[in-house]
T-cell receptor, first 112, second 111 residues
Framework: SQQGEEDPQALSIQEGENATMNCSYK?????LQWYRQNSGRGLVHLIL?????REKHSGRLRVTLDTSKKSSSLLITASRAADTASYFC????????????FGQGTILTVHP | DGGITQSPKYLFRKEGQNVTLSCEQN?????MYWYRQDPGQGLRLIYY???????QKGDIAEGYSVSREKKESFPLTVTSAQKNPTAFYLC??????????FGDGTRLSIL
């Protein structure tokens, strides 16, 4: 069963703007991960945040986690046309990096 | 280069036919996974294996079968019992501590 719900389903912005994607989940988690998928390709891991962390940064990415609300957000700052892709959140329950449950994804389009 | 190789990239299945999708990894990862992705949807777990000669059903295992005879290989068979097999199939592997690494997928269609 799908754990995550992502919002918005699609997001269209101009280069240089920030993009924010949200993910909600239903059950308790060990960690939450964000992945990126370019059209017709496999997924690429972006960042992982553990259940005891509230915020994490990696380059232009900022992830927040609110376990009381069972939600996370991914912020991409100063977006580029190359950021155009689908972005998925995935939650892990038992083991830290094992079986994941994916959300439906957000399609991000960045216009040059 | 280390990575995951899925083949073929495109596959067509005839009515009543079983087809096998290949997934090979040279990352020395113990765990491997098969996902199905339908258009505009997220990934749904079909089967996974955390060690050689052992595997577990995921959320949508009906109509699929797998084997894990070698650490490097985790083939997926889509059987004739799977009535709606048209989808994008993704294989992933994962170390004991670390994120999942994905192949570039196989797109399966019905003839």
């Amino acid at each position: 069963s799908q754990q995550g719900e992502e919002d918005p389903q699609a997001l269209s912005i101009q280069e240089g703007e920030n993009a924010t994607m949200n993910c909600s989940y239903k059950t308790s988690i060990n960690n939450l991960q964000w992945y990126r998928q370019n059209s017709g390709r496999g997924l690429v891991h972006l960042i992982l945040i553990r259940s005891n962390e509230r915020e994490k940064h990696s380059g232009r990415l900022r992830v927040t986690l609110d376990t009381s609300k069972k939600s996370s957000s991914l912020l991409i700052t100063a977006s580029r046309a190359a950021d155009t892709a689908s972005y998925f959140c995935a939650t892990a329950g038992g083991t830290s990096y094992g079986k994941l449950t994916f959300g439906q994804g957000t399609i991000l389009t960045v216009h040059p | 280069d280390g990575g995951i190789t899925q083949s073929p990239k495109y596959l067509f299945r005839k009515e009543g036919q079983n087809v096998t999708l290949s997934c090979e990894q040279n990352l020395n990862h113990d765990a491997m996974y098969w996902y199905r992705q339908d258009p505009g949807q997220g990934l749904r777990l079909i089967y996974y294996s955390q060690i050689v000669n052992d595997f577990q059903k995921g959320d949508i295992a009906e109509g699929y079968s797998v084997s894990r005879e070698k650490k490097e290989s985790f083939p997926l068979t889509v059987t004739s019992a799977q009535k709606n097999p048209t989808a994008f199939y993704l294989c992933a592997s994962c170390p004991t501590v670390g994120p999942q690494h994905f192949g570039d997928g196989t797109r399966l269609s019905i003839l």
